[in-house]
């Protein structure tokens, strides 16, 4: 039998030689995500479509507002991969520039609703009461209204500006984000390194900024990833409807509006434009799904 | 319950005002008017036209005046179409949509109920997984990519169904457009229900009707059914507000005389009180029909009190 010092020895040589790493939160997460075969394979391919519809345009022989008119409405060739379209305009830079400007916008309103979603939310939680009450009462008025038809008097009204669709579109999508962050916020602030941050003279402002904002940002981070797709389908449904982006830029919707009209005759006009879109769409959904699960603390 | 009902009623008054305020000064603000044309018209033909629309009063006075009209029930004279009044547009038009409409949301209701419930009771086997993918390409897949791949293949390809068109609501010409603008909530109604019934089914007072050897169908329809239907009744809100909106591009897709259809026309054409009685409209819509879903569900969710 070994005496007690060997006991103690032996089990300090034993914790030496384990080497127990200490994982945040998020490094759990990776981990977790990365395991999520779906959601991985899906982040590779978001990766390619962006890289494409970064550098395609620019390594292109042609350009997307160049016309060709001895090869109008031409099906695929090796001249041009994806055909071209009605006025003899190459769709395969054409689908790439559109993607651009559908991913542009996606993540552009996406950035500005969850900017002013999560703060709103979060002042509104963290400040409680009266304030609160007010806070909330607003956001139910703004969601009782119709707001995709404001956005359309908008567009057609005050011109067919990209930056305004940005921040149209944005101004819509907040509220959902608020509310979750709300939600959040309250459950937040009975902690207690809230309460020791309010001891230590922190500002109000400051406990939201440092302490609230970036506990929550897991939630926001899923629900931005989910938020970014819906984004670039509203920016499809006005660019479907003539009032988005307008000729000779174009986006995936406006491509997905100049093939549904000529698909008697040329399906590749509409059927490219829609593949990639709906690849895209599919693919942040399976990445936001993968990020929930990675950072649902419920699945531990 | 009649004073939730109508506490719940009177709240949807301040959200109403604020509706109708800002799509006034929206349109009263908006550059351009809808009677300049190429061709310049004399100033004392258009002082004549400011005067009969009354646009040439105090902003503050046209507001009040407009306010107290649609109080009423009366939207004014359609700028563009001169012989119309917004009401006659609007009741000419709201027919074919509340048909479409309602056709496409019992559908969505229905089916998507049914296949999710399908999809719970044979959780983790084939058919489970091909519905819930399938489901996966409904919510994906936008109706402005659905709708023309539904005419591609039904309209031009098999020839079974119109491309388009509204013959006074035929059940031919209302195929297409249904399926186009139910799709997506027929999967979101079907995935949301599977959660929610694989949730029920899993929970003891289940348990408990199976130990009393309750026949399967039975303890469905009669104990699981109404519990896992919360979740879907809180969706219907947000389905009915995604409808009517979709049905901008549907209508527009499937050239149909509707709401939708008149609202982009109204747009492009800036007819300023068009618009703006179509959004008062649809607005009033929203907010009548979210009071309802409250009121539903109030009435299935005991732990609601009110």
């Keep these: 039998m070994l005496s007690k010092t060997a006991k103690v020895e032996a089990l300090n040589n ?28 899906s ?20 350009a ?96 067919r500006d990209i930056i305004l669709i940005f921040v149209a579109i944005g101004a819509i999508a907040w509220l959902d984000m608020a509310r979750i962050v709300r939600g959040q916020t309250l459950s937040l602030r009975g ?72 698909m008697e005759l040329a399906i590749w006009q509409l059927g490219f434009p829609a593949l990639f879109m709906v690849v895209t769409l599919f693919c942040f959904n399976y990445v936001g799904d993968g990020l929930r699960d990675a950072l649902d603390p419920k699945d531990r | 319950m009649l004073k939730f009902i109508l506490k719940r009623i009177l709240e949807a008054i301040p959200t109403m005002l604020v509706l109708i305020t800002v799509s006034f000064f929206l349109m009263r603000f908006a550059p351009g008017s809808p009677f300049s044309s190429e061709k310049t018209l004399p100033p004392q033909v258009m002082a004549n036209i400011n005067a009969k629309y009354g646009l ?22 359609s700028f563009k179409y001169k012989d119309f009044t917004v009401n006659e547009l609007v009741a000419s038009a709201l027919p074919v949509s509340a048909k479409i409409g309602a056709f496409a949301f019992v ?52 020839g079974w169904f119109p491309a388009g068109g509204w013959l006074d609501g035929s059940l031919k010409y209302m195929v297409l457009p249904v399926l186009g603008m139910s799709m997506l909530y027929v999967a979101t109604f079907a995935r949301i229900t599977r959660g929610s019934m694989i949730e029920t089914m899993n929970s003891n007072f289940i348990r408990t009707a199976r130990s009393k050897g309750l026949s399967f169908p039975y303890i469905v329809m009669k104990h699981a059914l109404k519990p896992a239907m919360l979740p879907v009744v809180s969706y219907m809100g947000p389905a009915f507000v995604g409808i009517i909106t979709g049905s901008v591009v549907i209508e527009t897709i499937f050239g149909l005389p509707g709401i939708g259809k008149l609202f982009v026309n109204a747009a492009f054409n800036r007819d300023y009180s068009l618009v703006m009685g179509v959004t008062i409209l649809i607005g009033f819509l929203f907010i009548l029909f979210n009071a309802v879903v409250d009121i539903l569900l109030a009435y299935v969710d005991p732990k609601i009190r009110y």
């Design chain 1, 191 to 262: 902690k207690e390194f809230i309460e020791a941050a309010h001891v230590c003279g922190v500002s109000k402002w400051g406990i939201i900024t440092r302490h609230i904002v970036p506990n929550v940002l897991g939630i926001v981070a899923v629900y931005s990833t989910l938020l970014i797709p819906s984004m670039i389908l509203t920016e499809s449904f006005l660019s479907f409807l003539g009032l988005g982006v307008q000729e000779p830029m174009t986006s995936w919707g406006a491509l997905l509006q100049e093939g549904a009209q000529t």
């Design chain 1, 64 to 159: 997307f507002d160049d016309t060709d008119w001895y090869a109008m409405h031409a099906p695929p060739s090796v001249d041009h991969w994806f055909g071209t379209d009605s006025l003899g305009r190459d769709l395969f830079v054409r689908t790439f520039i559109g993607g651009r400007i559908s991913m542009m916008v996606g993540v552009m309103g996406a950035f500005v609703a969850v900017l002013i979603g999560t703060l709103y939310g979060a002042a509104s939680g963290f400040i409680g009461g009266k304030t609160d009450r007010v806070m909330m009462r607003i956001l139910e008025i703004l969601y009782a209204i119709p707001f995709m038809f404001l956005v359309i008097v908008l567009v057609t009204f005050f011109g």
């Design chain 1, 43 to 62: 982040l590779f391919i978001l990766f390619l479509i962006t890289l494409s519809v970064i550098f395609v345009p620019m390594f292109s022989q042609y």
């Design chain 2, 56 to 77: 040439d009063k105090p902003v503050l006075e046209q507001y009040v005046t407009y306010l107290t009209n649609v109080i009423q029930g009366d939207l004014g004279p």
């Design chain 1, 14 to 41: 034993f914790s030496t030689n384990l080497e127990i790493e200490g994982r945040s939160l998020w490094q759990d997460a990776r981990i977790r995500f990365m395991r999520n075969k779906a959601a991985m394979v």
């Design chain 2, 107 to 158: 559908f969505a209701l229905v089916f998507g109920v049914f296949v999710g419930t399908i999809a719970a009771l044979n959780q983790n086997t084939w058919l489970d997984y091909s519905i819930m993918s399938t489901a996966m390409i409904g919510v994906v897949l936008p109706s402005f990519v659905l709708a023309p791949a539904l005419i591609y293949l039904f309209s031009i390809d098999l």
